[in-house]
Structure formats: C-alpha cells, structure tokens
C-alpha cells in the first residue's frame, strides 16, 4: 500500500523556548519517516515521533513530514503550523521598556529606556484593570 503521511504536534502554540512533541498519523506498513523542522531543535529527525523538539525563537514554523516505503512516498507540510509567541512584552517594543520578572506572580519592575512622561495601565487576563 502507497503510504500517506499525516501528523500531529502538541502543543502547536507555544511560548518561545519551549518544547513540542510531534506523533505520526500516517498509514503504511514498514514505513520509514524524514521530519524537518523549520526553527526547531533539532531541525530533523528520523523517528516516528519525534519528542521534545524546541523552539527558541518566536514565529511561525513549517513542518514537513516524508514517509516512504517499499510502494511510494508521501509528503505533508503544514504551514505555519508551529506558532512560537515571545516571552517578553520587551521584544514588540524595540526595547523602549523592559518589563521583569516575566511571568511574575508578585511584584514586577519596569525599567524606561529614555526619559518621558509614561502612563501605564495593567490589566488582568480577563482584560479587567487592576
């Protein structure tokens, strides 16, 4: 039987440095599989499913799974299938602020980068002011 290459990733969205865990979905028999991961780390792998594959950098990645047996090969790519968000709100901001710890459960710190008038606003996760 021609084989079909299909895939799963857990998670898809992730926070930068962070791990996902890729399982195999594809038919055939005796089948031998070629991942690549674009941003990931490690960028390939040769397993059937691949674990702890990382991604340190925020963006959106590609997976591309190639299956092959004795009858034929199959290629997937998902586009865009990993999104890696980044850690920090300093990263969207050119550093113009730093904000740290991050993720913080008590106090956090706010450092400027240049003198200015600053109005500032923290909100909640349910978008409520506090």
Same mark, same amino acid.
């Given at each position: 039987?021609v084989p079909t290459a299909d895939f799963e ?7 930068? @440095?962070?791990?996902?865990? %890729? ?6 028999? $005796?089948?031998? %599989?070629?991942? &690549?991961?674009? @941003?990931? !780390?490690?960028? =390939? ?12 950098? /925020? ?13 034929? &090969? ?11 968000? /980044?850690? @920090?709100? !300093?990263?969207?901001? $050119? $550093?113009?602020?730093?904000?740290? /710890? $991050? /993720? =913080?459960?008590?106090?956090? +710190?706010?450092? %400027? ?10 909100? +909640?996760? +349910?978008?409520?002011? &506090?």
């Open positions: 039987m990733g857990d998670p898809t969205q992730l926070y930068a @440095g962070e791990s996902v865990d %890729f399982t195999s979905l594809s038919n055939g028999e $005796n089948l031998s %599989f070629e991942w &690549i991961f674009e @941003g990931g !780390d490690p960028g =390939t792998s040769t397993e059937e499913n691949p674990s702890g594959i990382v991604y340190s950098n /925020p963006g959106l990645f590609d997976v591309k799974l190639i299956v092959t047996n004795e009858f034929g &090969i199959d290629t997937l790519t998902k586009v865009d299938y990993i999104d890696a968000m /980044p850690v @920090g709100i !300093d990263e969207y901001m $050119n $550093n113009a602020f730093t904000i740290y /710890p $991050n /993720p =913080t459960r008590d106090n956090i +710190n706010i450092q %400027f980068g240049e003198q200015a008038k600053y109005e500032i606003q923290l909100s +909640n996760l +349910n978008g409520v002011l &506090i």
